[in-house]
Structures are given as structure tokens and as C-alpha cells.
């Protein structure tokens, strides 16, 4: 067990020396749980600090530093607060540089140390704060208070924390629970207009217990589970389809219980860097000033769709007790402040995936693989170095920083998964949903979103120009709008995007190349290759790749050389055919094994500019082409 004095000792640097005559206030506790199960309570520090009893503050960033605003018995507080410093699932420090009110600096240092409890492995957790009071006012109230007021806190605190997780290892708390939370009593109103607005989701065929577990937590959840509705993380917390809840989420917005924005995040510290309340008002390029780079939008993972609640239904305060940096920024490993010259080693256990070391502010970065098979044990980074990928290493590992500067610098490790749970592009644009919802949404000259990899299928009707000579011009219109009719259903019917027809061709938009394959299939039964030559023949072209969302005058359309080959793909076809590139086929047989067995012919084409031939299979209808449902 760690005295105040040896707490101090161990982290020096986070502490207010003795000699400064610090009011200082030392508290810990032991519980039965790992450090590693403690972590997000005690991380989520404007959650905890609710619980201890403490008032909202009024949080904001300006300049690229957070400024922060509270009362202490009416009298203001204000102060600027430092980046913090955090080791995932063991330890953070807070430093607060105060302006006005009862300080001149404030230090506090969050310490889970694992310990043996009992028979099983426990935490010690510690709480320091070190104030150096501005004036023998403050000094005596602080004093006063601590002994009073925030030690009870603690205890309180602690003690229902400790309530929650035996309940929970008991399973007499739900899986999903967590402590801290304050339900919130909805309005008559509110109740009324949700209700509503189900009524009429349920005539659109959402699913009635997606939008009952929604309806609920948007009534009922607490206000920090509200503040942002995160729909891919709720779908995989309440176990439903993502493609359900956003489905709702979309509808919800026109029925007007739901407001979306188009939130633009700085690709290095994931903060929100402007909100667009429409297409039309993304910009092309953006600034974070806390990282003091410019980036363009046109990054997949720099514009994200969020939803939040529209007022009439339920009034969100957005109150935040703390500025929370580790709990907003669960993929952060660690963030750490090194002074000129100073290095730090963290000895560390890692989740297997990529991850990247980063310093703050810089484009640079070191990525490496954390495996349970790798045999490295070192990642090692510095400044001043280039940007390099490190080999792979073992997810139990040592990680090691070195500022060579003239000035502090801020190091940071991460993963790579923060884009798990954001809500992207690709996800609205593939939605037959938004394309009717929001028709009339555009995007801003200049303006290209990264929509990631699509599957691009275009349709072509074979002898269209001898089809209207043969049938005359009206019967052919009519026998044309009909055939988009149903080549739009299997497109739609096959989780693709109607994206644009180009005369009587149709461009489509999938998540998939087999769905695009199993699509392509279905089409061509509608028009069989056997059937009379006065009927309509269809050739079809298949090609996955990242593609570009650009404002024409057809709407929001789609580019890039993916587009241009799954065009491209057209030229050699025939009536029934499937043009399939290469690699669109493999990816899809790993799904479908049967289809390499499947008559098919290895064919190439040379696409002008691009060095070797575009590789591609020719599927024809006519042999009966079988695929797996």
C-alpha cells in the first residue's frame, strides 16, 4: 500500500512538490474487480464526478486548449486544463492552470494499482489532488471542504461501485448495466411525438423491437448515453442489425424526432472539428487547432454522420462535469507529455490488431501489428524520425518514446479501430433510404467524400438504337422505364444504391461483390438471352475498388478509376453476359466456393494509361449460371 509521500514519489512530475505547501487530499480504496475491469469507471470522470455530487461545468476549447468554467459557492472558477496524461487500465494525471478563483494550479493523478485480493486478482485504486491555493481564503476553504465534503464523497462513491459489481459478478445486474446512471423522466409530449412518429416506421417495414429498444433509450437513457445516438455501437450493444437502427435513425430525422450533421473529425485526434448541417455545407478542407494541422475532407474516415435528439422530443443539456479526456477517447492506449530530451518506456499488453505511435500535431506516425504469435517485444519511437512501419510484435510488449526537441511534445499510442462505431459516408450513401429521404441533398463545388471500397455494376440494354427503330418510340419508352423498374428492385432488393442511369444504362452501388454477382444473375433471368430477339437483351459489368462521391448534375454521383473499369468492362460484352474483374470474382468466391466451378472465361482487356491488361471472367446467362443463396 502506497503512502501519499510515496505516491508522490512515484510520480513526480503529476504531483505539486511539498515545497510549494500544496492543500493536498489522499484518498484510495480496494476492490475485487482487475484493473482492467475498473478502468472505464473510473475514466469516465465527468460520469464520476456526477456521482461524487459535483455541479455541471462549462467546458469549451478555444485556440486549441480546453478552457473550463464552475462556482464554488457562487464565487467563479476558470481555468485552462492541460492535455492529460494516461496509461489505458492503469494510470492518469490532470493538470489545471487556473485564471480565476481558488487556485493557481490544481494536480490529480488517478492511480488503479492490481493487487491479490484474496484468492483472485484485485485493484487499489488511488485519488490525488494537490492545490496551490491563490489566496489563506482559499487555502482554509479548501481545507475545510476536503475533510468535509469530498472524502464522504469518495467513500459514497467507491461503496456504490463496489454494490454494482457484485451485483453485476452475481448476474443480479444486467449485462448491459452500468452504475452512475440517472434515468431520465420524459414529457408527455416527448412520449406522444415518438410515438408517432413508430406508427408510421412500422409502415415502412423497420422492424417494431429496433424501434422499441430505440424509442426507449431515447426517452428514458442517460443524458451522456444521449448527448450523440452512436448507432453502430448501439446495434452491436442491444445485438440487431446496424442497417435497421439506421434505417430508423434516418427516418426518424424526417419524421422530426431525430436531427443529423455531417461532423468533420481531424484524422489525427479524432475531435469533431465543425458540424455541417447539411451535404452542401462540408467544407473542402478543415483546421484542428489542437493539433495544429490542416486536413483535407476528403479522407473515408474524415467526415462522420451523427444523430442527435430533436428538442421537441426530449431537451439533451449536453452538461459535462469533466473534461474526460481518456473516457472520449477509448482507442487511445496512452497519451503522454514528454519534456526536450526526455524519454518514457511502457511496459504493455495490447489487443491484437494495428495500432500507431504518433506525435501530436504532426503528420508522422510508426504502425505496427500487435500479435499473440510475434516474437517482437520492442516498438521504439522518437521525434525526429521518419515515418516507417515497424514490424509486427507480440501484443505483450514494450514501448518506447524519446523526445528530441527544444520543447515538450505529446506522444501518442493508439488503435486503429476508432472508426468502429463511426458512422460514415459509405454507410448513408448505400441506402436506397437516403437517396429518397434526402433527395434533394448536395454536395458543394470542390467537395469529394471518400466512400471507401464499393462494388461499381453498370447495365447496358444490347442494340438499344435497333430496339427503338424495330418498336417505334413510344413502346420502346414505355418498355424501357419498365425494364429500370425492375433492374432498380433487384439492385435495391440485393442491399445496393440505385446511383444514376446514363441513357438506358444503370449504375448501382453494393457493399459486396456477391451481392453485385447475385444481383447481376437476376437481372439477366428477367431477360433471358433465349428469349425472342424483339425482346430486350442486357450485358452487365461488375468491378470493386475505393470510389469518390462528387456533386453533378445529376445529383451525387460516383468516380474514379473504379468507375471508369467497371464501365470500361462494357466494350466486349455481349447480350447475357456478366463481366466480372478479377479480383471482384475472388472476393466474392470466398463467400460462394461454387462459383469457380461455374462455366465461366478468363478474359483481358487493355485500358488505356494503366501498364498491364485488365484481367476479367465472362459469365453468360445462357449457361445457367448458379450461385449460392
Known amino acids: 500500500m502506497l503512502s501519499l509521500t510515496e505516491l508522490k514519489n512515484r510520480f513526480p512530475e503529476f504531483c505539486v512538490p511539498d515545497s510549494d505547501r500544496p492543500v493536498e487530499f489522499f484518498h484510495f480504496g480496494e476492490f475485487s474487480s482487475s484493473p482492467e475491469d475498473l478502468w472505464p469507471f473510473f475514466s469516465d470522470t465527468s460520469k464520476f464526478n456526477r456521482a461524487l455530487g459535483l455541479k455541471p461545468r462549462k467546458v469549451e476549447e478555444k485556440n486549441g486548449r480546453l478552457t473550463i468554467e464552475d462556482t464554488i459557492l457562487g464565487l467563479k472558477q476558470a481555468w485552462v486544463e492541460e492535455p492529460w496524461n494516461w496509461e489505458k487500465n492503469s494510470f492518469m494525471s490532470m493538470t489545471r492552470s487556473y485564471t480565476v478563483g481558488c487556485a493557481r494550479l490544481c494536480k490529480a493523478v488517478i492511480y488503479l494499482e ?188 474524415s467526415i462522420e454522420i451523427v444523430f442527435r435528439i430533436n428538442s421537441q422530443v426530449r431537451k439533451v443539456t449536453n452538461a459535462e462535469y469533466c473534461a474526460a479526456e481518456p473516457a472520449k477517447k477509448k482507442h487511445i492506449i496512452f497519451q503522454w507529455a514528454l519534456g526536450a530530451g526526455a524519454s518514457h518506456a511502457f511496459s504493455i499488453r495490447l489487443n491484437q490488431g494495428t495500432h500507431r505511435v504518433r506525435v501530436q500535431g504532426e503528420n508522422k506516425q510508426l504502425l505496427f501489428l500487435a500479435s499473440t504469435n510475434a516474437t517482437g517485444k520492442l516498438v521504439e519511437l522518437q521525434r525526429g524520425q521518419q515515418e516507417n512501419s515497424a514490424s509486427e510484435v507480440n501484443t505483450s510488449c514494450t514501448i518506447k518514446i524519446h523526445n528530441d526537441q527544444e520543447k515538450p511534445m505529446i506522444f501518442v499510442c493508439e488503435e486503429l479501430w476508432w472508426t468502429r462505431d463511426s458512422i460514415k459516408p459509405s454507410d448513408i450513401f448505400r441506402l436506397q433510404e437516403f437517396r429518397d429521404i434526402f433527395s434533394k441533398e448536395f454536395l458543394s463545388s470542390g467537395v469529394q467524400l471518400a466512400l471507401g471500397v464499393q462494388t461499381i455494376l453498370f447495365t447496358d440494354i444490347v442494340k438499344s438504337t435497333h430496339y427503338y427503330e424495330t418498336r417505334g418510340d413510344a413502346m420502346a419508352f414505355e418498355r424501357i422505364q419498365k425494364h429500370f423498374s425492375e433492374i432498380f428492385a433487384q439492385i435495391q432488393q440485393h442491399e445496393g444504391v440505385v446511383v444514376k442511369t446514363i441513357g438506358d444504362a444503370v449504375m448501382g452501388a453494393f457493399p459486396a461483390p456477391l451481392l453485385a454477382l447475385r444481383a447481376a444473375q437476376k437481372i439477366q433471368e428477367i431477360y433471358p438471352i433465349t428469349a425472342p430477339e424483339e425482346c430486350l437483351k442486357i450485358r452487365i459489368s461488375i468491378h470493386s475498388g475505393p470510389v469518390m462521391a462528387v456533386q453533378l448534375n445529376v445529383g451525387i454521383d460516383y468516380f474514379g478509376k473504379t468507375v471508369n473499369r467497371a464501365a470500361k468492362l462494357q466494350g466486349p460484352l455481349g447480350a447475357g453476359d456478366i463481366a466480372i474483374s478479377e479480383e471482384c470474382f475472388l472476393e466474392a468466391s470466398k463467400f460462394d466456393q461454387t462459383l469457380t466451378h461455374q462455366p465461366h472465361s478468363n478474359e483481358e482487356i487493355k485500358i488505356d494509361g494503366a501498364d498491364t491488361p485488365f484481367k476479367f471472367y465472362r459469365l453468360n446467362s445462357a449457361r445457367k449460371l448458379k450461385l449460392v443463396a
Request: overall charge positive.
Open 114 to 301: 492490481p493487487i491479490s485480493y484474496g484468492t483472485d486478482s484485485g485493484t487499489r485504486v488511488y485519488i490525488y489532488f494537490g492545490w496551490l491555493p491563490s489566496s489563506h481564503f482559499w487555502r482554509l476553504l479548501l481545507s475545510v471542504s476536503l475533510d468535509h465534503f469530498l472524502k464522504k464523497a469518495f467513500m459514497d462513491t467507491f461503496a456504490q461501485l463496489r454494490d454494482f459489481l457484485v451485483k453485476k459478478s452475481s448476474n443480479h445486474a444486467p449485462s448491459q448495466a452500468t452504475p452512475f446512471i440517472q434515468k431520465f423522466k420524459p414529457t408527455v409530449e416527448g412520449i406522444e411525438k415518438l410515438e408517432s412518429a413508430r406508427k408510421k416506421l412500422l409502415e415502412q417495414k423497420i422492424s417494431g423491437q429496433v424501434l422499441t429498444t430505440l424509442n426507449n433509450h431515447i426517452l428514458y437513457g442517460d443524458e451522456f448515453e444521449v448527448q450523440q445516438l452512436k448507432l453502430k455501437g448501439l446495434a452491436r450493444q442491444w445485438d440487431m442489425p446496424f442497417e435497421q437502427l439506421l434505417k430508423a435513425g434516418l427516418h426518424y430525422v424526417r419524421e422530426g424526432v431525430l436531427q443529423m450533421t455531417w461532423d468533420v473529425i481531424c484524422p489525427h485526434c479524432r475531435g469533431s472539428r465543425g458540424r455541417a448541417q447539411s451535404l452542401a455545407d462540408i467544407p473542402a478542407k478543415a483546421m484542428c487547432t489542437v493539433c495544429d494541422v490542416d486536413f483535407d475532407t476528403n479522407d473515408e474516415n
